[in-house]
Structure formats: structure tokens, C-alpha cells
């Protein structure tokens, strides 16, 4: 049963994503679109209450369940971002918006970028963690919850992953691409190797003809 409404609430979320935009973007009723996105929590909140319900009811906790509690926690740390970057793909593809940003190539901008990102992983672990703990005193200590810390353990590999990537970024930022340029001979050049050239002739020229024999 838990299963079978991981995969509704998945298939719905899309859905109503899905209708949202369209409503947005091609029968130009925004009003309409926004109050259908406003939908999506709703999901969440049936999921939680049916797996509150099914374990009231005996249900030995499994796998089912921390899936659950996982869903749930994906979509609080990352749902609003998911319908951001869908949201603004059908805008560019369809409406005329702009071109959707990627990741910034500064150093300090990509730190930060990374940083957010890993935030919303975060978060969405934390969730997954607070859920698993409630149903495991849900249950009671007698019940066996292996299967609940077991999702824990990995809601916690999350965390660690994400945090060494964003640290990574912050500890050895990557330098952006020098800019090339086009030669003469359609072949590409560095604008960087360029300026050095002209510099050191423009020096050349300053110094007189003895500086170039």
C-alpha cells in the first residue's frame, strides 16, 4: 500500500507540475497555475498521514515506510527547487524567458552556489531523519526498527557527501576558463597568451632597436 502511494504521490506531483505550467504559460491563466502548484504539499501530507495510519494499525516498519519518510523529505528540501528549474525551462521554451542560468564560473559564486545546493540536500536528510525517528517512537522500543536506523544511516551519507562537495568548492576553488578569442585563421587563441605578446612588444618599441637584437 505504502508503495503503491509513493508512486501516486510521484506520478501526481508531476502532474499537477505539469498542469500548473501549462495553465501558466499556455492558456495564460497564472492565477489558475500558481493555485495548482499550491496543491503539491497536499501530497506530502496524504503520504504522511497513511503511513501514520498503517503503522498504527501493526504494521511491522520496513523499507516501505523509511522510503516514505525519505519521499517526504526529498520533497520539503527540494520540491520548490525542482518547480523553479522545470518552471523556468517551459518559460524559456515556451513564453520567451530568458535562457535558464548555469552554475556560476567564479570561484567565490560557484562556492556559494554549492553551498545552497547542498543545503537543500540537507534539509531534505534532516526531514527524512526527524520523520524516521518519530516513527520509531511511534512504534515503541519493543518493535524492531533495524529497518528505520538503516535509512537514518543513510540520510546521514547524504549529509557527509554534500557537505564534501560544497568544502571542496570552498577549499580548492576551480578558476573559470580563460577567455579565447578567434584568429586570423579561424583558429582559436588564447586571449590571456595575446595580451602577453602585445605587452612585451609594446615594452620592445619603449626601449628602442637595441632592445630587439
Not at 556559494?112 to 534532516?126: D, K, M, P, S
Request: some cysteine.
Amino acid at each position: 500500500m505504502i508503495v503503491t502511494l509513493i508512486v501516486v504521490c510521484e506520478v501526481a506531483f508531476w502532474l499537477l507540475l505539469a498542469g500548473g505550467l501549462a495553465l501558466r504559460y499556455l492558456a495564460k491563466m497564472p492565477r489558475a497555475g500558481a493555485a495548482v502548484l499550491l496543491c503539491e504539499p497536499v501530497l506530502e501530507l496524504v503520504l504522511l498521514v497513511a503511513t501514520a495510519v498503517d503503522l498504527k494499525n501493526g504494521a511491522e516498519p520496513d523499507w516501505r515506510h523509511g522510503l516514505a519518510a525519505v519521499y517526504i523529505g526529498y520533497t520539503v528540501g527540494l520540491g520548490r527547487a525542482t518547480i523553479r528549474w522545470v518552471d523556468a525551462h517551459v518559460a524559456h521554451r515556451f513564453a520567451g524567458g530568458p535562457k535558464p542560468p548555469k552554475p556560476p564560473a567564479g570561484a567565490r559564486e560557484r562556492a556559494v552556489h554549492e553551498w545552497r545546493t547542498a543545503g537543500r540536500w540537507i534539509l531534505a536528510a534532516g526531514v527524512a531523519i526527524a520523520l524516521l525517528q518519530a516513527a520509531v517512537w511511534y512504534v515503541g522500543g519493543d518493535a524492531a526498527t533495524g529497518t528505520l536506523r538503516m535509512w537514518q544511516q543513510k540520510m546521514l551519507w547524504v549529509i557527509g557527501i554534500n557537505l564534501v562537495i560544497a568544502l571542496s568548492y570552498t577549499l580548492f576553488p576551480k578558476k573559470p576558463a580563460e577567455p579565447r578569442s578567434v584568429a586570423a585563421d579561424g583558429s582559436a587563441a588564447d586571449l590571456g597568451r595575446d595580451d602577453a605578446v602585445r605587452d612585451d612588444a609594446v615594452q620592445a618599441d619603449a626601449a628602442g632597436p637595441r632592445a630587439r637584437h
